[in-house]
């Protein structure tokens, strides 16, 4: 059965520093990958997606970029933290057939 | 382009009550539709999916949802709240594979209802 893992579960970092959080994918090849953002009251909102190993697409304008290493493996990084980059990060992913997307646990980033 | 609006931000039951939330779409294309619930501090569960099949959709956890391409709808109900039903649930929309162009499967969601469900 396929699984999604997101590290770290919760982070705290100071304005002004770099950022990196890892989505992996098991029990599935070729998945597309998708990083959605959860602020408080505002839904979620689909930052990035990839359909293939160095392919990204970014869905607005942000402090934050992605990459994607490997087949099953998303990161999502900044350089430079703003107050505005807090909330709740999701991972999730599909395959090319189906357009249910599955979700990972999810990080909690505070940044202060 | 599609869209998804859910009314009501905020929905308070009773348990064993009638639990309705409510979605409605705008889609340029015959769409596909999903409910999601998320308890806090966690990823989101698929409840169900409507992909074309039949309109009425049952899902887990004793949730449904019927699709009415008339009124653009796909409203989320369960006949009877219980305490564990407590949580905010997401209506999202995405274009068929087949239906032109190309969604890359990404999913627009509504903006979240939390369901309160009290004794």
């Known amino acids: 059965s396929q699984t999604i893992h997101q590290w770290p579960a919760t982070l705290v970092q100071p304005v002004g520093s770099p950022l990196s959080l890892e989505c992996t994918v098991e029990g599935t090849s070729n998945p597309n990958l998708y990083w959605y953002r959860q602020a408080a009251g505002r839904g979620l909102q689909l930052l990035f997606y990839?359909?293939?190993?160095?392919?990204i697409s970014s869905e607005v304008p942000q402090n934050l970029s992605a990459s994607r290493p490997q087949d099953r493996q998303f990161i999502l990084s900044s350089k430079k933290l703003l107050l505005s980059d807090s909330g709740f990060y999701l991972c999730?992913?599909?395959?090319?057939?189906?357009?249910?997307?599955?979700f990972g646990p999810g990080t909690r980033l505070t940044v202060l | 382009a599609q869209s998804v609006t859910q009314l009501g931000s905020h929905v308070s039951v009773s348990e064993g009550a009638l639990v309705l939330l409510r979605c409605n779409y705008s889609?340029?294309?015959?769409?596909?539709l999903f409910w999601y619930v998320q308890y806090p501090n966690q990823g989101l569960q698929l409840l169900l999916k409507?992909?074309?099949?039949?309109?009425l959709v049952k899902g887990i956890n004793g949730f449904e949802a019927e699709f009415k391409k008339s009124e653009t709808s796909f409203h989320l109900t369960k006949p009877s709240a219980h305490m564990s039903d407590a949580a905010e649930y997401f209506c999202a929309v995405t274009l068929r594979t087949n239906a032109g162009g190309t969604s890359y499967g990404k999913l627009t969601f509504g903006q979240g209802t939390i369901l309160t469900v009290h004794p």
């Open positions: 889609s340029s294309v015959p769409p596909y």
């Open positions: 999730a992913w599909t395959t090319g057939f189906s357009n249910e997307q599955f």
């Open positions: 409507y992909t074309s099949a039949a309109t």
């Open positions: 990839s359909v293939g190993i160095g392919q």
